[in-house]
């Protein structure tokens, strides 16, 4: 793989992921990194022309689909990008004939994506090729492609064949049923129905046929197979003579939030067709670029003195843009996004401890929407809570639509046993239900969003920490509450006791919800005593809360300042691990066991260190460095959402060089030369990390009370990062050198403190301030 940091502009310098070779194999990697979308739908890279070991995939957010004994998924759904192309009878591939002059491109700035080369047939005839697409940011329900043939050194004839192949599956399961299909006036319309949630949709396929320029209709027949609908288009061209094919794709469904049932779906797709249909290609790709250049505007990180890793922090950003669902507040954003079928297209903890803190503090609206989400399934959570004994709202570790635990029991084979290894997050790893509540208190914190919260944010916190409470242990012998049986966020460590995240974390959500109940005794009285009575909340467990909260048992550091991950941790054996830090993710298995790493001092991913770097004012600097230089050597980073939290602390804590070398390791989880990195989809909760890695950690901003806090410590190759944040309703630009911070107040409803060095300003215009 290349990546090219210019274009021959200024424009895009920093802007363009290039691939610069053809290579079939490595088909699913760029399917992922180039992948498109809106929030709505999502369509992987996948070429016009089929190969062995892609993955072609489109995805609409928000539609599952679940066969009995399996869990839910989100659905595959039909192609309608692929198009088969004949040059005199010969079927193009690219893996036949010669490349010449081959690039595929993703432009970040503008959400396009174009390939274009040269290509000779096995007959000898030279063809040019070039094919632009994109997912319209403008019109969520539109996805447009164009493809250019020009021969160079003959004239012919050509045949492309183009429609919508429902017989797409995920991993071979064939969620679509056969659905109609027709043509209506010029337009391919396929009608299909999910197989359990029944579901329906309606696509609707226009081409538009040019030679020269010239609009012209070409020769047409029609093909309908099982779960297939095509149209066969023949025509001749002359040589150099250029035929430009557009294709645009209307998309709709029973599930979109505006869908009312009164209205006919296929009416609103034709709608929507007819719309774009009448639509030059160049407005329509305008309007696209118009809504990209007003979200860099609000979004856009700059980063001075590093090509790649400038282009690194706009591909996360990039991609967290195109992940949001921001037409439907029931739907948030996946483990993957909607660029792949990883992790069946469910939710976990991502969204709130790694993504939501970008959207908190660029796009506060959309945190709200995300936020929504689970309030949305609060009832799926209190279902759980209830099938497992406990009280209040128990959130899903995997969650789809309702809510209800999506988390699949069995997973990968045992290298020693043979045996599938059983997958107990779903049941043990509880952690996410404090995490979800981390979140809305953070987004209540960096707006001061007091309606949200009491429409939404404060019945979901106070639910939990009834969880929580119907949760503890109590041990008599230790006169002390405790959580047992679980799994914190390393999972290569599981029913353990009395993980200090998880035991951390709870107590600072009992002394929220308590501090939280005096706040609006004393400002909004009147909302909580209507709370109360919604929830059953009478004085008698409010006082249990208080007593829970100073009771539960909270790990404490020893002589070495090293808080134990979870009773039992510094008994576990110790391995050598330099092999594996040395080599590449889950390579631990080739070599050991299941239960042998379980019972080895070797983590997955953050732990303690993550706790420390959620609950940062709870530990005093020392304490923070002391289990970071503990922990790292002991993790392999086999998850991604690790390196981009390890250098967020690293950075905080000044040691540089480690933090740059953790970040970097994040920024290639997808965009390195790992060919398999990234098959299944993209890392989303990487992407957020990296995101955090620079702003909470190298710009080391954080929100103390009411006080911005900046204390930055840049890599030394960055002459400058700049960014915007947001808040408290305020707006400002923040500029950071190796020796100046400016801050620019560019929207200010308050005006709010911010510390450097220990010194307070009030900023209403702007400042530079020597740090």
């Not at 505006?258 to 407005?283: C, G, P, S, V």
């Not at 990209?292 to 967290?320: M, N, P, T, Y």
């Not at 843009?321 to 909607?338: N, T, W, Y």
């Not at 109590?474 to 390393?490: A, L, T």
Request: hydrophobic share 35%.
């Amino acid at each position: 793989m290349s990546i090219s940091y210019e274009a021959g502009e200024d424009f895009y310098k920093n802007w363009i992921i290039e691939e610069t070779a053809f290579k079939k194999e490595n088909q699913a990697k760029f399917e992922t990194i180039f992948s498109l979308g809106n929030g709505y739908m999502g369509l992987r890279a996948s070429a016009e022309e089929t190969y062995p070991k892609e993955r072609r995939g489109f995805y609409i957010a928000g539609i599952f689909d679940e066969f009995s004994g399996e869990v839910t998924e989100m659905p595959n759904l039909p192609d309608w990008i692929r198009t088969e192309i004949y040059i005199n009878g010969e079927l193009f591939k690219l893996d036949k004939g010669q490349i010449f002059e081959y690039s595929r491109k993703l432009n970040l700035k503008d959400g396009l994506l174009i390939r274009d080369f040269h290509w000779e047939s096995p007959n000898g005839e030279m063809v040019e090729f070039s094919f632009e697409r994109f997912i319209s940011l403008n019109n969520l329900h539109t996805g447009v492609s164009k493809i250019e043939i020009k021969p160079l050194n003959f004239s012919g004839e050509i045949k492309l064949i183009s429609g919508f192949d429902g017989r797409v599956s995920n991993s071979g399961t064939q969620h679509l049923k056969e659905g109609e299909k027709r043509l209506i006036e010029d337009y391919i319309v396929y009608q299909p129905e999910t197989q359990q949630s029944e579901i329906k949709m309606s696509f609707g396929l226009h081409h538009d046929f040019y030679k020269n320029q010239e609009k012209f209709e070409p020769q047409k027949d029609f093909k309908a197979e099982r779960r297939r609908i095509k149209r066969v288009y023949e025509f001749n061209l002359k040589q150099k003579e250029k035929a430009t094919i557009i294709k645009r794709l209307s998309a709709f469904t029973n599930k979109d939030k505006d869908f009312r049932e009164d209205e006919d779906l296929e009416d609103k797709m034709i709608d929507n067709l007819i719309n774009i249909r009448d639509t030059a290609y160049k407005e329509l790709k305008e309007n696209h670029l118009q809504k990209w250049r007003s979200v860099w505007e609000e979004s856009d990180f700059k980063i001075s003195g590093s090509d790649f890793d400038q282009l690194a922090l706009r591909f996360a950003i990039f991609h967290l843009i195109q992940m949001i669902p921001v037409h439907d507040d029931r739907i948030s954003i996946a483990a993957k996004g909607l660029s792949g079928e990883g992790y069946k297209g469910h939710v976990f903890w991502d969204t709130e401890v790694f993504i939501l803190p970008f959207f908190i503090y660029t796009h506060p609206e959309v945190a709200r929407n995300l936020l929504k989400y689970r309030y949305h399934t609060l009832a799926g959570a209190r279902q759980k809570a209830q099938n497992n004994g406990y009280q209040g709202a128990m959130f899903a570790w995997e969650s789809a639509e309702t809510g209800q635990e999506t988390t699949p029991k069995y997973g990968a084979v045992d290298i020693l046993t043979g045996e599938e290894i059983r997958i107990w997050c779903g049941e043990i790893e509880q952690h996410i239900t404090v995490d979800i509540q981390y979140a809305f208190d953070q987004y209540f914190q960096a707006t001061g969003d007091i309606e949200f919260m009491k429409e939404y944010g404060f019945e979901v916190f106070l639910a939990s920490t009834r969880f929580w409470a119907s949760r503890l242990e109590y041990n008599q012998g230790q006169d002390r509450y405790e959580i047992n049986n679980v799994m914190g966020p390393d999972e290569y460590k599981e029913h353990i006791d009395n993980n200090a995240f998880i035991n951390y974390m709870v107590h600072w959500q009992f002394e929220k919800a308590l501090a939280y109940i005096k706040y609006l005794k004393k400002e909004e009285e009147a909302y909580l005593n209507e709370i109360k009575d919604e929830l059953n909340l009478k004085e008698e467990e409010i006082k249990d809360w208080a007593n829970k909260r100073d009771n539960i048992f909270i790990p404490k550091s020893d002589d070495n300042n090293i808080i134990p991950q979870f009773e039992g941790f510094q008994d576990l054996k110790e391995i050598d691990l330099t092999k594996y830090k040395q080599g590449d993710v889950g390579d631990i298995f080739d070599d050991l066991g299941w239960e042998e790493i379980t019972e080895s001092k070797v983590s997955k991913q953050a732990d303690v260190v993550m706790l420390t770097h959620l609950l940062e004012e709870v530990f005093d600097e020392e304490i923070i460095k002391a289990n970071f230089d503990y922990y790292e050597p002991l993790t392999l980073h086999d998850s991604s959402l690790s390196p981009g939290i390890h250098a967020a602390v690293a950075a905080k804590l000044g040691e540089i060089d480690k933090a740059y070398n953790l970040f970097q390791r994040a920024a290639r989880i997808d965009l390195g030369r790992n060919m398999a990195s990234s098959d299944a989809g993209l890392h989303a909760a990487s992407l957020g990390a990296l995101w955090q890695s620079v702003v909470f950690g190298f710009a080391g901003l954080r929100l103390k009370g009411d006080v911005l806090q900046i204390d930055p410590h840049l890599p030394n190759r960055w002459n400058m990062v700049s960014f915007n944040i947001n808040v408290k309703q305020n707006k400002y630009k923040v500029s950071i050198t190796q020796e100046n911070i400016k801050i620019e107040a560019i929207n200010i409803k308050e005006i709010i403190p911010i510390q450097v060095n220990n010194q307070v300003y009030e900023i209403e215009d702007s400042q530079k301030i020597k740090y």
